[in-house]
């Protein structure tokens, strides 16, 4: 706790530091509004002058200018936000140095409330959940095959743009992992990631080899907390974090229909997961998960679409390869179904529950350098990030 003399000097500090309103950057983004500040920048809304369109523009602190590490993670972020390309990751514009050598990332603005706060509201429909979850995934699997992990992935870090579940964006892959951009971590001793929604391999479990399948646990993590309206108890520190980790949690709180692939989801055995984000998908359209889907009711902000749309980002004959391998689920169920002659006729059929993922793929990136530099941020500039040690 700060006294209040502590507080009033960091209250002078952070208004020092912080860019008014009209201020000018790079002779381009006029500033509008600062959006947020986290432990290692500023996040504001400022529009191009040139191009009248908004952005958010996020610019290290003031005082970790600086820093190596911190400069380092935001030119991290660059390098994996300028390799992707999908609806549902925010666009990069650039990456640049102001006048007094502070670094900012420039980004498409998305207008919209982020899944943690439509959260804080209400559980959300679970179809709904299941359109947000194939959109997340569709982005994510972009990400993976370009050989970058999220490793952060949390409702925070997902922003509807307008409001609509349609047009989940993926923000926030400061900690991400870029493949060819060094192994080692930035973080040392820290956790990298939220600890309510990493893998328990960011904990150090199964070897401590974080890859694809480390997102698919937090995406599961993020698609319980939504259908649930608040996030599971995954524990608050390291040890009931990783306690929390080590079986699979109670989900029978869950609907019906998502249970099965969120519980593959949250496997504690990276290789007893689904093993990549298009098998999630797959899952996310096999007959169990559409059959006791309920019709989106309107939520909080968010227009209910009115007939399911083709999820973004997802090309055209990747979306036939997996509309072809729901078909094949869906008629196997029925040939399955028609086989078992159930006694009362019209009774509605088991939730197909999909078969344990193969072994995970091989190439697991290696595990971070324990040798790699601690932070030099003050300490807690991860949020709810935790120390392992
Ligand atoms: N492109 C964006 N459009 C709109 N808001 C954004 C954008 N990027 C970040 N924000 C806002 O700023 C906050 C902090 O940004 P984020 O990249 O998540 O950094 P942090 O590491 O501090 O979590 C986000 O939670 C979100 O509210
Ligand atoms: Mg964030």
Redesign the pocket.
């Known amino acids: 706790m700060l006294r209040p003399r502590q507080r009033r000097q960091q209250r002078a500090m952070d208004q020092e530091n912080t860019l008014p309103p009209e201020s000018l950057l790079g002779n381009t983004y006029r500033i509008e509004a600062l959006?947020?500040r986290?432990?290692?920048?500023e996040?504001y809304?400022a529009r191009n002058e040139t191009l009248g369109t908004l952005?958010?523009i996020?610019i290290i602190r003031a005082e970790l200018a600086g820093s190596s590490t911190i400069v380092e993670l935001f030119r991290r972020?660059a390098m994996a936000l300028r390799q992707l390309r999908s609806d549902a990751i925010?666009a990069y514009d650039g990456i640049f140095r102001d006048e007094r050598g502070r670094t900012y990332l420039v980004?498409?603005?998305?207008?919209g409330p982020?899944l943690a706060r439509l959260i804080g509201v209400r559980p959300l429909p679970v179809e709904d959940v299941r359109r947000m979850a194939i959109n997340v995934a569709a982005g994510l699997e972009i990400a993976h095959d370009k050989g970058v992990l999220h490793r952060?992935l949390s409702p925070?870090?997902i922003?509807f743009e307008g409001g609509d579940m349609m047009h989940p964006?993926i923000?926030?892959f400061?900690i991400a992992r870029v493949d060819g951009a060094g192994e080692g971590t930035l973080l040392g001793g820290q956790v990298a990631g939220k600890i309510s929604f990493i893998a328990p391999e960011q904990l150090g479990l199964y070897d401590g080899k974080v890859d694809a399948r480390s997102d698919i646990y937090s995406l599961g993590l993020v698609m319980a907390a939504a259908l649930l309206g608040r996030k599971l108890d995954m524990g608050r520190n390291i040890e009931t974090a990783l306690a929390a980790r080590r079986q699979v949690p109670d989900l029978s709180a869950l609907p019906e229909a998502l249970r099965p692939v969120i519980a593959a989801m949250l496997q504690p055995d990276p290789a007893k997961r689904p093993a990549s984000m298009s098998d999630v998908i797959l899952r996310l359209y096999t007959p169990g998960s559409l059959r006791s889907s309920l019709p989106p009711a309107p939520a909080i902000d968010v227009p209910a679409p009115a007939a399911p749309r083709r999820p973004k980002g997802l090309d055209r004959k990747r979306l036939l390869i997996w509309a072809g391998g729901a078909l094949l689920l869906a008629a196997a169920t029925f040939g399955a179904l028609l086989a078992l002659r159930p006694p009362t006729p019209g009774a509605e059929a088991p939730a197909a529950v999909p078969a344990a993922a193969a072994p995970a793929p091989a190439a697991a990136p290696a595990a971070p350098s324990p040798a790699a530099p601690t932070p030099e941020a003050p300490g807690g500039f991860l949020?709810d990030r935790a120390k392992t040690r």
């Open positions: 959006i947020a986290g432990g290692m920048g996040v809304r952005h958010a996020k972020e925010v980004m498409e603005y998305v207008d982020s952060d925070d870090n922003i964006k923000i926030d400061g949020g």
